[in-house]
């Protein structure tokens, strides 16, 4: 993965294997929306109460923003997805796509971040494979902020 600020625009080069998990996170997140399970502790941190002291104003405003909030997600996710690449391995970001790519990598990192049980104390295990995606995420994420802040 290499990213690199060229004017306006950001350029983002990663490997077939790279292209090829974001594809299959962003397969899997997509599925886990479409599912919409209130019980899944990811869903719960994505659409959090709105009312943490009152169940019945906290569910009337789930019932009014949740599906605006799941189809804004799910077309960052559709977007996402026809941006990765299938040659050269190179996308370029303007400013907007670049902030779809941060939101879509927050999204993919907090759900598996739930998935593992993420804290500011925890310290992941190397050698597990859901945790080493985490950690490249979190890589990619970084890049990106670097070259939005640079």
């Known amino acids: 993965m290499k990213v690199k600020r060229k004017a ?82 190179v996308i370029m970001l303007d400013d907007e796509a670049l902030d779809r790519w941060l939101r879509v990598l927050n999204d993919l990192r907090l759900t598996l971040g739930i998935r593992l049980g993420v804290t500011e104390d925890t310290e992941l295990d190397s050698l597990d494979p859901v945790a080493n995606i985490y950690h490249w995420l979190s890589a990619v994420q970084d890049l990106l902020v670097s070259e939005v802040l640079a």
């Open 8 to 89: 306006d625009l950001v350029r983002m080069q990663l490997a077939d294997s790279e292209s090829s998990l974001l594809s299959g996170l962003i397969e899997d997140f997509t599925a886990m929306l479409a599912e919409n399970q209130a019980s899944d502790p990811a869903v719960q941190r994505l659409y959090p109460d709105g009312y943490t002291d009152d169940d019945a104003a906290s569910a009337e405003f789930r019932e009014l923003v949740q599906a605006d909030l799941q189809h804004e997600r799910t077309g960052r996710l559709d977007q996402c997805r026809s941006e990765l690449p299938d040659g050269d391995g």
